[in-house]
């Protein structure tokens, strides 16, 4: 207790002398921005504004270049220790950061903190997501060609789904095989709306974006393709005869038919510019087998 009291009285003695004040640029202050939010962090690469990103949270993977700058760890577990290391002058996050006492930790600090609109996850949504931070970041015209981009991709997507007979039964797993369980994507979430859209539906439902489930349920789900995240598939090597060895696989249809995929978590789990693009990807994965078409 009495280490927590001494790292705030001495973090606020640092961070209350005006540090913070507007008047930091007229004295050549540079701003110092701490972005925890993986789809705000993937926003502002794609609108080229990152030059003042100087930290981000573990889950903020892509693009690949973000891997070289600190992480202040992740978002629902945070270090105050981590983040007030890096000098933030603004924090981006997205009202989804924890624990709560190290959130009022830094609110006690009187670090400002940005958070964008609360948008519905969807196509629309994400727009009007990348519109608002282009203009906060003076990139308006990148903000309107990603949109544009998006847009466009998606019509693609969808004018190729609806080609197809029937939606492919797809499996996505994020698996963590301490127990053999398997943390798989269900109809409620973002992956789900996204294996949607390119001519697919997923296999297990639940009120919750994500369960977990035995063995026997990954076995008696029988998908037509499985889709492995990056964080368990490369666990494996890559090397599809070990994919074989996971309990309840081996019996499904994809297994038989060599129709297990490795997918990007982070393309997943959320929507940014590239959705339209991941989306086609998807397409490319689940439908690639030529089922027969109308």
Request: charged share 25%; hydrophobic share 40%; aromatic share 8%.
């Amino acid at each position: 207790m009495k280490k927590t009291t001494i790292l705030l009285g001495t973090a606020l003695l640092i961070f209350g002398c005006g540090r913070f004040a507007n008047n930091d640029e007229k004295q050549g202050h540079k701003e110092r921005i701490v972005c925890i939010a993986k789809q705000y962090s993937e926003i502002i690469y794609a609108l080229h504004a990152q030059e003042n990103i100087v930290a981000v949270d573990v889950s903020s993977t892509f693009p690949p270049e973000i891997k070289k700058l600190p992480t202040v760890g992740y978002h629902r577990a945070l270090s105050a220790e981590a983040i007030l290391a890096m000098k933030p002058t603004l924090i981006l996050q997205d009202n989804n950061i924890g624990p709560e006492h190290v959130v009022k930790q830094l609110n006690d600090l009187k670090i400002p903190m940005k958070n964008f609109g609360k948008y519905q996850n969807t196509i629309p949504g994400t727009d009007s997501l990348v519109r608002e931070m282009g203009a906060w970041f003076k990139q308006v015209k990148r903000a309107d060609s990603l949109c544009r981009k998006l847009d466009g991709d998606m019509q693609r997507a969808f004018g190729c789904a609806a080609q197809y007979k029937t939606p492919v039964r797809v499996l996505m797993i994020h698996f963590g095989q301490a127990s053999n369980v398997y943390l798989v994507m269900t109809k409620k979430s973002t992956a789900a709306r996204m294996i949607e859209w390119a001519g697919g539906t997923m296999a297990v439902d639940d009120e919750k974006g994500m369960k977990q489930i035995s063995p026997e349920i990954v076995a008696e789900s029988n998908p037509d393709v499985i889709l492995l995240t990056d964080f368990g598939y490369d666990r494996l090597g890559g090397a599809y005869e070990k994919i074989g060895e996971l309990p309840g696989v081996a019996s499904t249809k994809a297994y038989r038919n060599n129709r297990i995929f490795r997918v990007e978590e982070h393309d997943v789990v959320y929507m940014g510019p590239r959705t339209g693009e991941n989306v086609l990807l998807l397409q490319k994965l689940i439908h690639q087998d030529g089922q027969q078409k109308r």
